[in-house]
C-alpha cells in the first residue's frame, strides 16, 4: 500500500516538473521574439539617422534691393545613419526670446534651397534660405532647423568636383559666388543636378552656402565635365568679406 502511494506521488511530481518547464520554456520564447522585435526597431530608426551639425543666421539689409531687411539661415546635415536618405523634408522655425515660433519656413529643393537632397552615409547636405524680414520675425532671436529624413532606396550618381573658386565682387556693398567644374563619371546622363557650396572662413568656421540659380539647367554627359556657378542667396557685406573657402557638394538622385 504504501509502495502505492509513493508511486502516485511520484509521478504527480513529474507531471508538476513537466508543467512548470513547459510554461517556463514558453515564457522564455515569448521575452526572446519580444526582444527581437524591439531590436528590429531599434535598428530601422538608426539606419535613417541625421544631424544638424551647424546653424547660422543673419538679420542685415540688402543693399542690391534698396536696403530691405532680410533674414538668411543656413544649416549643415550630416547623413549619420547607415543607409542613404532623402533629407527633402527639412524646416526652419524662427524663435523669440522665449523660444515661441514666429514664422515656419519648409525647406525646398525645386527653388534651390537645399542641396543635396538625398545624401549617403558621412555625406552633408546645405540648407540656405533667404526671406524679407516683416514685422513678424523682427523679434527674431534663434532658429530652430528639424529634418524629417526618409530611406531612399534607389541611390544618387555622385559627381566629381573639382576647381572650386571663390569670387568677391564689391556690387550691392559686396557680392559672392562660387565656380567649379562638375564631371560625370557614370555611363548616363546627369540632369536635374543639385549642387551646394557650403562657404567657411580661415578657421573653417561655417558661415553660409550657395545653390545654383533656379533657371541654371546644366546637363552633363556620360564621362563628361563641365563648369557651374553658384550664386544664391545673397550674403550679408559683411559675411563676404570673411569668407576664404567653399565646400563644393553635387549629385544626382536615382529617381
Not at 210 to 235: G, W
Request: proline share 3%.
Amino acid at each position: 500500500m504504501k509502495k502505492w502511494l509513493l508511486g502516485i506521488g511520484a509521478l504527480t511530481l513529474s507531471f508538476s516538473l513537466a508543467a512548470c518547464g513547459g510554461k517556463s520554456n514558453s515564457d522564455a520564447s515569448t521575452t526572446t521574439k519580444e526582444s527581437t522585435k524591439e531590436t528590429s526597431a531599434e535598428t530601422k530608426t538608426e539606419k535613417t539617422k541625421v544631424d544638424v551639425v551647424d546653424k547660422v543666421f543673419y538679420k542685415w539689409n540688402d543693399e542690391s534691393v534698396g536696403g530691405s531687411p532680410k533674414v538668411s539661415s543656413y544649416a549643415v546635415i550630416k547623413n549619420t545613419g547607415d543607409t542613404t536618405v532623402d533629407v527633402s523634408n527639412t524646416k526652419i522655425t524662427y524663435l523669440n526670446d522665449k523660444g515661441e515660433a514666429l514664422r515656419v519656413t519648409q525647406a525646398n529643393s525645386m527653388y534651390r534651397n537645399l542641396a543635396p537632397s538625398v545624401i549617403k552615409p558621412g555625406e552633408v547636405a546645405y540648407l540656405g534660405i533667404d526671406e524679407d524680414a516683416n514685422d513678424d520675425i523682427s523679434g527674431l532671436k534663434d532658429i530652430k532647423v528639424e529634418v524629417a529624413p526618409s530611406a531612399f532606396e534607389t541611390g544618387v550618381n555622385e559627381l566629381k568636383a573639382s576647381k572650386t573658386k571663390v569670387l568677391k565682387t564689391d556690387d550691392w556693398g559686396g557680392s559672392i559666388s562660387v565656380t567649379g567644374s562638375l564631371k560625370n563619371d557614370s555611363g548616363k546622363e546627369a540632369t536635374d543636378i543639385q549642387a551646394t557650396a557650403g562657404l567657411y572662413d580661415k578657421n573653417n568656421k561655417f558661415l553660409g552656402a550657395l545653390f545654383l540659380s533656379s533657371d541654371d539647367h546644366t546637363v552633363i554627359k556620360p564621362k563628361q565635365e563641365t563648369s557651374i556657378d553658384m550664386s544664391v542667396p545673397s550674403l550679408p557685406t559683411k559675411k563676404v568679406k570673411e569668407v576664404d573657402h567653399a565646400d563644393l557638394k553635387a549629385n544626382v538622385p536615382n529617381y
